[in-house]
T-cell receptor, first 114, second 112 residues
Framework: DGGITQSPKYLFRKEGQNVTLSCEQN?????MYWYRQDPGQGLRLIYY???????QKGDIAEGYSVSREKKESFPLTVTSAQKNPTAFYLC?????????????FGPGTRLTVT | DQQVKQNSPSLSVQEGRISILNCDYT??????FLWYKKYPAEGPTFLIS?????DKNEDGRFTVFLNKSAKHLSLHIVPSQPGDSAVYFC???????????FGTGTRLKVLA
């Protein structure tokens, strides 16, 4: 079955610690994305990557970092510099080809920092 | 600057009736629009999309209408079913870019 996996589903961390969220896809998609969702808000783009070894900042990249060493994987690190890290994090992927394509989303990771 | 707006945070509809969810956008460069459905604590699932060269796209009970001059799109669900109760997001993108701009969502409740 093709799809996107995110792990873990729930993650708890103490303030001041960095934490890395996993995202893997086996859809052979070129582009991958990270969003965060807060209560009552839409999805806000953190980072996206069009191709291996390349990524771009989204609208709220401060306090986050990513890597794209493999086509299938796009891990997100929430650093201690992120002021409000508690949120629901969603990873997505899409095809590339000039035109736009729908994104496919993973099940999400709920991060709680205390 | 909210480029994609869903001005109704919630909507309640009787089972069997039509649900109409609305979305407005400000960027005239957007040429591809999508609707997603999301249940709590899950990732959004793709429902239907429309390219700017069309003004209507149908898929079963779901129809999306695009009015480019008004920069407005709507999702019609007919007939509405209790399982349709979820948050619906519209999203927009421009050809050749990789960024999708999402609205804030509308929570649909279909009453049995």
């Amino acid at each position: 079955d093709g799809g996107i996996t995110q792990s873990p589903k729930y993650l708890f961390r103490k303030e001041g610690q960095n934490v890395t969220l996993s995202c893997e896809q086996n859809l052979n998609h070129d582009a991958m994305y990270w969003y965060r969702q807060d209560p009552g808000q839409g999805l806000r783009l953190i980072y996206y990557s069009q191709i291996v070894n390349d990524f771009q900042k989204g609208d709220i990249a401060e306090g986050y970092s990513v890597s794209r060493e493999k086509k299938e994987s796009f891990p997100l690190t929430v650093t201690s510099a992120q002021k409000n890290p508690t949120a629901f994090y969603l990873c997505a992927s899409s095809r590339w080809g000039g035109a736009s394509y729908e994104q496919y989303f993973g099940p999400g990771t709920r991060l709680t920092v205390t | 600057d909210q480029q994609v707006k869903q001005n109704s945070p919630s909507l309640s509809v009787q089972e069997g009736r039509i649900s109409i969810l609305n979305c407005d956008y400000t960027n005239s460069m957007f040429d591809y629009f999508l609707w997603y459905k999301k249940y709590p604590a899950e990732g959004p699932t793709f429902l239907i999309s429309i390219s700017s060269i069309k003004d209507k796209n149908e898929d079963g009970r779901f129809t999306v209408f695009l009015n480019k001059s008004a920069k407005h799109l709507s999702l019609h669900i007919v007939p509405s079913q209790p399982g349709d109760s979820a948050v619906y997001f519209c999203a927009a993108s421009s050809k050749g870019t990789y960024k999708y701009i999402f609205g804030t969502g509308t929570r649909l409740k279909v009453l049995a």
